[in-house]
T-cell receptor, first 115, second 115 residues
Framework: AQTVTQSQPEMSVQEAETVTLSCTYDTSESDYYLFWYKQPPSRQMILVIR??????QNATENRFSVNFQKAAKSFSLKISDSQLGDAAMYFCAYRSATRSEKLVFGKGTKLTVNP | DAGVIQSPRHEVTEMGQEVTLRCKPISGHNSLFWYRQTMMRGLELLIY????????DSGMPEDRFSAKMPNASFSTLKIQPSEPRDSAVYFC?????????????FGPGTRLTVL
């Protein structure tokens, strides 16, 4: 079974600085998708960024980018120019491309942004 | 466009009572997922449907839980009888495959408290 590990329960960053959240996963599959979701205090799950495993290029969405290392099974999220609104729980998730459509989530990282 | 709609947003009930959670997916989406979020177990899939057919119900805890999707625009998750350990946030999500990938969009969740 696939597992997702987020080793940082909590992180903090100063406003306007850059922070990187870590995620590793375990799978025997070669084709899959990886996601980062944000959950603010409102508890709404919001998609931040998505990466297809077959793509070598790292995904970017404005201030958010990932460092996808397929051989190392690592998928970190970098947030540049951090804003107060970035404060939230961040969840890394895995989805097989060939088997179940379910998302397998990590335990999450709580990000605090200090003014 | 309306997102995934869930009702109720909050539910407080007493042990032994029947609880029904409702979900309306995004129009045109053909996959629907029910997830549960607890402090102990994090986010985990309960069941998902594809074209109204249950595909993977391996996450359904026990016979007290049941889910239905009578049509493409409505799904229910029922707990009967409810127990205090069922207290959690229940999320519904929907998706549609476009090209090689799909993305799951989450509803706001239902916070269930069983006394």
């Amino acid at each position: 079974a696939q597992t997702v590990t987020q080793s940082q329960p909590e992180m903090s960053v100063q406003e306007a600085e850059t922070v990187t959240l870590s995620c590793t996963y375990d799978t025997s599959e070669s084709d899959y998708y990886l996601f980062w979701y944000k959950q603010p205090p409102s508890r709404q799950m919001i998609l931040v960024i998505r990466q297809e495993a077959y793509k070598q290029q790292n995904a970017t969405e404005n201030r958010f980018s990932v460092n996808f290392q397929k051989a190392a099974k690592s998928f970190s999220l970098k947030i540049s120019d951090s804003q107060l609104g970035d404060a939230a729980m961040y969840f890394c998730a895995y989805r097989s491309a060939t088997r179940s459509e379910k998302l397998v989530f990590g335990k999450g990282t709580k990000l605090t942004v200090n003014p | 466009d309306a997102g995934v709609i869930q009702s109720p947003r909050h539910e407080v009930t007493e042990m032994g009572q029947e609880v029904t959670l409702r979900c309306k997916p995004i129009s045109g989406h053909n996959s629907l997922f029910w997830y549960r979020q607890t402090m102990m177990r994090g986010l985990e899939l309960l069941i998902y449907f594809n074209n109204n057919v249950p595909i993977d119900d391996s996450g359904m805890p026990e016979d007290r839980f049941s889910a239905k999707m009578p049509n493409a625009s409505f799904s229910t998750l029922k707990i009967q009888p409810s127990e205090p350990r069922d207290s959690a946030v229940y999320f519904c999500a929907s998706s549609i495959r476009t090209g090689h990938t799909d993305t799951q969009y989450f509803g706001p969740g239902t916070r269930l408290t069983v006394l």
